[in-house]
């Protein structure tokens, strides 16, 4: 089950290639997939859990607007009633999530 989310954030990381502010997204959902592969003795889950935390607290002031990272001049597309940096910020959301429940 680990390795599937994994690769479902490696892959959300290689979508990011080609947006303007792919230096953001990129690492930022390697970071997601790379961190719960990695052992116990490498990375204590309590490391885990804290940037999960800190992910979750950036996802939720972006999905309501407060922090907004559209910080290149770019047309927001509306897909699924979301702007795209509403989007990005569930992804946020989701990894926070994916980081804080692994390794229990």
Do not use: C, H
């Amino acid at each position: 089950m680990i390795w599937l989310g994994s690769a479902m954030f490696f892959i959300f990381g290689l979508l990011n290639i080609n947006d303007p502010d792919w230096f953001i997204w990129l690492p930022t959902y390697l970071v997601i997939s790379i961190m719960p592969l990695t052992s116990k003795k490498k990375l204590p889950l309590s490391a885990q859990k804290i940037v999960g935390n800190i992910f979750f607290i950036f996802g939720a002031l972006i999905v309501s607007g407060i922090l907004d990272t559209s910080i290149y001049d770019q047309t927001d597309s509306t897909m699924t009633g979301l702007l795209e940096y509403q989007r990005e910020g569930v992804g946020l959301i989701l990894g926070s999530f994916w980081l804080f429940y692994q390794k229990l």
